[in-house]
């Protein structure tokens, strides 16, 4: 069974940077790309980025809302996907989701705030 | 950007009666190797997203057949044959033809 569980969410002052986790379990993590969505609180769904498999050479892909302060990577040994959230504005405030395919996380809640 | 609109934003439904929600994007989302990525998400209340159909009419496992979905182009549609209670929730259509991938807005699907 597909599990994808995110971590590293929490409260941080605008400016500042916060990585995320999602530690995936139940399928080989190497041979699939992964993606990143976000919810604002009461908002709609919004993705965020994709970083393909190292088959596909392991390029990225960026909402234009976060790109040039958000970097996806991946460490296949650890079947970890992590997203580098730097410069934070408040408008970052939202549940961060990593998915594969039809697979979702449960969710971490990042609160950008002073 | 490509622009999803999905109407109605509302839907009260009977317990038992069909559903339809719309989705149209501002183009053409048919890919260059012919497929056409476009999504339908579930968001039942306090859940995360699932994923019901992917490129257009094929289900996820585990999606009870009462969901399907159809379309072409740029014009596509959700059908629920028989709404149930667990049917709830907020659905989103999706494209991934073209970067950015882009959401319509949702449709709040509730009984009446």
């Known amino acids: 069974e597909v599990q994808l569980v995110e971590s590293g969410g929490g409260l941080v002052q605008p400016g500042r940077s916060l990585r995320l986790s999602c530690t995936a379990s139940?399928?080989?993590?190497?041979?699939?790309?992964m993606s990143w969505f976000r919810q604002a609180p009461g908002k709609g769904l919004e993705w965020v980025g994709f970083i393909r498999s190292k088959a596909y050479g392991g390029t990225t892909e960026y909402a234009a809302s976060v790109k040039g302060r958000f970097t996806i990577s991946r460490d296949d040994s650890k079947s970890i996907a992590y997203l580098q959230m730097n410069s934070l504005k408040t408008e970052d405030t939202a549940v961060y989701y990593c998915?594969?395919?039809?697979?979702w996380g449960q969710g971490t809640l990042v609160t950008v705030s002073s | 950007d490509v622009v999803m609109t999905q109407s109605p934003l509302s839907l009260p439904v009977t317990l038992g009666q069909p559903a339809s929600i719309s989705c149209r994007s501002s183009?053409?989302?048919?890919?260059?190797?012919?497929?056409?990525?476009l999504n339908w998400f579930q968001q039942r209340p306090g859940q995360s997203p699932r994923r019901l159909i992917y490129?257009?009419?094929n289900r996820d496992s585990g999606v009870p057949d009462r969901f399907s979905g159809s379309g072409s182009g740029t014009d596509f549609t959700l059908k629920i044959s028989r709404v149930e209670a667990e049917d709830v929730g907020v659905y989103y259509c999706?494209?991934?033809?073209?970067?950015?991938?882009?959401f319509g807005q949702g449709t709040k699907v509730e009984i009446k």
């Open positions: 998915t594969r395919d039809h697979s």
């Open positions: 490129k257009v009419s």
């Open positions: 183009q053409s989302l048919v890919y260059s190797d012919g497929n056409t990525y």
């Open positions: 139940g399928f080989t993590f190497g041979d699939y790309a």
């Open positions: 999706m494209q991934g033809t073209h970067w950015p991938w882009t």
